[in-house]
């Protein structure tokens, strides 16, 4: 079975760039058919998709993220990487990634604060 698991700074100040890494187990980010995905929820309200990366390496990120995001991976640690810039408290939520929408990590909690 997949697992994933998310890590990164709790704590990002404004304008600063935010680096999250999905670390998969159980399954190659490379097999076929998956979209790595990386999905956020803002304090009390609902999911928000912010892209993926699939098996073959094509990216879709949401259009109201696309200037500020960038989503790669490292094959040979198996892992898939956000990458956020300008943040801004806007950006305060729990961040998860998941293999299509069957598995996924427990997510990452991140807070921009100076």
């Known amino acids: 079975q997949v697992q994933l698991q998310e890590s990164g700074p709790g704590l990002v100040k404004p304008s600063q760039t935010l680096s999250l890494t999905c670390t998969v187990s159980?399954?190659?980010?490379?097999?076929?058919?998956?979209?790595w995905n990386w999905i956020r929820q803002p304090p009390g309200k609902g999911l928000e998709w912010i892209g993926y990366?699939?098996?073959?390496?094509?990216?879709s990120i949401t259009p109201s993220l696309k200037s500020r995001t960038s989503i790669s991976r490292d094959t040979s640690k198996n892992l898939v990487t956000l990458q956020l810039s300008s943040v801004t408290p806007e950006d305060d939520g729990k961040y998860y990634c998941?293999?299509?929408?069957?598995?996924w990590g427990q997510g990452t909690q991140v807070n921009v604060s100076s």
């Open positions: 159980g399954g190659s980010i490379l097999k076929n058919g998956y979209h």
């Open positions: 998941a293999a299509g929408l069957a598995y």
């Open positions: 990366i699939a098996y073959n390496g094509d990216t």
